[in-house]
């Protein structure tokens, strides 16, 4: 008997009478682990500040044995929790808790040990891989931060969305909602009971002798850099008994959380007179910074399509020239500079892919409460160089990096003032034997600012500056078997051996360079939002043709392409966005889930549906995927944080949309077994598999 073609279709996609077949039994097991993945990285993949110990004393540590990695391996350690007064101002004031960690010396006779301090402003100081260069012949001891590290925490989400939500970091919207955020964080805090009188960087040296006696030690050495190393400066001021050396890298003398015009333009005279003696430079300007000054005057304010954001370049331009070497890509002076001789001849696609980065990094970049209550050290100095005139250039690259830090100036009324923050902000003198290390093209801590501010108040201090570095990133990255020497020899002698340095040279032709960069970044999304789209045009077309796609190409575009279809997507959403609406963050809610969901949704739609299938399954079918891929994508976008959580809302889109598809399979199925049990005992097979 010859079955009639509309019947043999219609037999062709009866569904399944059994609710679990093979099939659904291993996406669902695949489902549950993805799941079971995203639920653990939302619940389970950090770790809370550990709290004040119940019963616990001020002055307390409590450690136990742990281990530490460093870039040397796994070394023995102590980890644990120093109990200490938030505000030691105030009898009554609440203790909080900071973590310690002490990695112990493989010397049987360890010399001083050395508490090392990190800069920032705004970051933790219980990250040091570099420790292994010292725990050989001492303790290495790392005391966590108040307002950064612990109990009590600074951060300022409303800072981070007002710098999110920026069309400009240097415009005065920007600086505006700076300030206003900074206010609000400040009230909240205060609000939830936090002393902000206590986050001084005095009473911070106030932790570190904590927990130098409780840690039994006679005398500590300091290894500092950056910001860290005005810390250093005020423990030597307040307590030389209890130092032995002390070691700067990068000094940051009082009154230098702010940069002036004139120290700018040293730095990229500097570089300059090398790009001169350097060919492949030199043939593309004759005079660098001649050529730099004249692009600052005009930056451009788009790369075909693509928008820059003028303040975003002047930022990343700055902290890029920071460190000399290319170790610290993407922002790292040889690319930095490229960009601008490239935008100088006409491409100024590395402008935008820093105009780019400034958005993604910066808002997140430091815990902003403890970066303001740090940063008010220099308060004085900051009003002095906002009200005369230390502001007139603003094309300068040293003015952009202040006035982002100090939001225009609107830092000093946005945050609190702490009692003791003038009491340090002058250079004292200090007996403590101290070496300062720096380097010639060092942007953020010029060496010249040691030697003329601190040196002259160091009657035991001496001075390396190193040929050709740049910041401390420079310094433990660059020739360390040199800085290894440098550091462990002045520790233990108090000699000064920089035999092993040789000058370093700036490559100017670095192998990957922003703007190429940019190129390959915007080429992918490009390329990726238009596959998104073509694909998504050709699946509809397949199915219009062939009725439906086969079981293994199903499953292919169910399971995998959906990571294709989720980054286009993306990729093409951010284009119209940064296009048209430049001051909507790029980890927006919206902008992550929708055009994440959107294409994940309707692919995973063509994938299951068969062309001869109701109207009303089609529809059902259709509401269950674009449903599952909203709140999949949804649900997945805040199990974290950061880059991340985009790939999670691809994982979470994808899982939603099969899901819920799923469901809906099995659903008919027992709905055809239900009223057929006779005609469901031999089940008709499926094309859909769903």
């Not at 415009?171 to 609000?184: I, M, N, V």
């Not at 992918?524 to 509809?540: E, H, I, N």
Request: charged share 20%; net charge negative; with cysteine.
């Amino acid at each position: 008997m010859t079955v009639p073609a509309d019947k043999e279709s219609r037999s062709r996609i009866v569904e399944p009478a059994r609710a679990f077949t093979p099939g659904r039994i291993v996406a669902l097991a695949l489902i549950g682990l993805a799941v079971l993945g995203l639920a653990y990285l939302r619940f389970g993949g950090g770790s809370d500040p550990a709290p004040v110990p119940e019963g616990a004393q001020a002055g307390d540590l409590i450690l136990d044995r742990c281990d530490y990695e460093t870039e040397n391996g796994s070394y023995e350690a102590d980890c644990g929790t120093l109990v200490v007064p938030e505000n030691r101002a105030d009898p009554q004031s609440r203790l909080i808790a900071l973590p310690v960690t002490r990695i112990r010396a493989r010397s049987e006779r360890p010399g001083n040990p050395v508490f090392r301090l990190e800069g920032g402003p705004g970051k933790t100081n219980m990250k040091f891989s570099a420790a292994s260069r010292m725990a050989d012949g001492r303790d290495v001891v790392l005391v966590g931060y108040r307002g950064v590290d612990g109990s009590s925490v600074l951060d300022c989400p409303e800072v981070e969305s007002a710098l999110k939500h920026s069309t400009d970091l240097q415009g005065e919207k920007s600086f505006r909602a700076y300030g206003e955020a900074l206010q609000a964080c400040a009230d909240r805090l205060t609000d939830d009971g936090v002393d902000l009188a206590g986050y001084s960087l005095a009473q911070r040296v106030d932790d570190l002798e904590d927990a130098r006696a409780a840690l039994d030690y006679d005398r500590i050495d300091l290894v500092s850099e950056s910001a860290g190393t005005r810390t250093a400066m005020i423990y030597s001021w307040r307590f030389p008994e209890s130092i032995g050396r002390s070691v700067m890298i990068g000094v940051n003398p009082p009154g230098h959380f702010l940069w002036d015009a004139k120290t700018t333009d040293e730095q990229i005279r500097r570089y300059a007179d090398l790009c001169s003696e350097d060919k492949t430079c030199s043939n593309r300007t004759d005079d660098l910074a001649a050529s730099m000054r004249e692009t600052a005057a005009d930056i451009p304010d788009r790369w075909f399509f693509l928008p820059i954001k003028e303040g975003n370049v002047r930022v990343a331009s700055f902290y890029g020239l920071a460190e000399s070497t290319s170790e610290n890509a993407p922002l790292s002076s040889p690319m930095t500079l490229d960009s601008w001789l490239s935008a100088a001849d006409g491409d100024a696609s590395g402008f935008w892919f820093q105009s780019l980065l400034a958005d993604i990094a910066f808002p997140t970049a430091f815990v902003w409460g403890e970066y303001a209550a740090a940063a008010r050290a220099d308060a004085q100095a900051a009003s002095d160089y906002f009200s005369s005139g230390g502001q007139k250039r603003r094309s300068n690259l040293g003015y952009a990096a202040t006035a982002f830090g100090w939001g225009g100036g609107r830092l000093t009324d946005g945050w609190p003032a702490v009692p003791d923050e003038g009491d340090f902000s002058s250079v004292r003198t200090s007996e403590v034997e101290t070496l300062l290390i720096g380097g010639t093209l060092d942007f953020a801590t010029p060496p010249q600012w040691a030697t003329r501010d601190l040196l002259p108040h160091l009657p035991n201090g001496q001075q390396v500056v190193l040929d050709g570095f740049g910041h401390s990133f420079d310094f433990w990255t660059y020739q360390p078997e040199a800085s290894s020497r440098l550091i462990n020899t002045f520790f233990d002698s108090g000699k000064v051996d920089d035999s092993l340095y040789k000058p370093a040279r700036v490559d100017f032709t670095p192998e990957v360079t922003q703007t190429a960069l940019a190129k390959g970044i915007a080429g992918s999304m490009v390329g990726l939002g238009a596959l998104t789209v073509l694909s998504l045009l050709w699946m509809a077309r397949r199915v219009h043709k062939r009725g439906c796609f086969g079981r293994k190409a199903s499953v292919t575009l169910r399971s995998l392409y959906p990571m294709v279809l989720g980054l286009g997507g993306w990729f093409l959403g951010v284009l119209i966005v940064t296009t048209t609406m430049p001051g909507v963050p790029l980890d927006n809610e919206l902008l992550a889930v929708l055009p994440v969901a959107v294409p994940i949704g309707l692919g995973i739609y063509w994938a299951w549906v068969h062309r001869d299938r109701s109207a009303t399954t089609k529809t059902a079918g259709f509401v269950a995927a674009m449903g599952g891929a909203l709140l999949g994508a949804w649900l997945g976008f805040h199990a974290t944080a950061g880059l991340l959580a985009l790939i999670t809302t691809i994982v979470g889109a994808t899982v939603g949309a099969n899901l819920l598809l799923i469901v809906l399979g099995m659903t008919w199925a027992r709905s055809v077994r239900d009223r057929f049990p006779a005609a469901t005992s031999s089940p008709a097979p499926s094309s859909s598999g769903a």
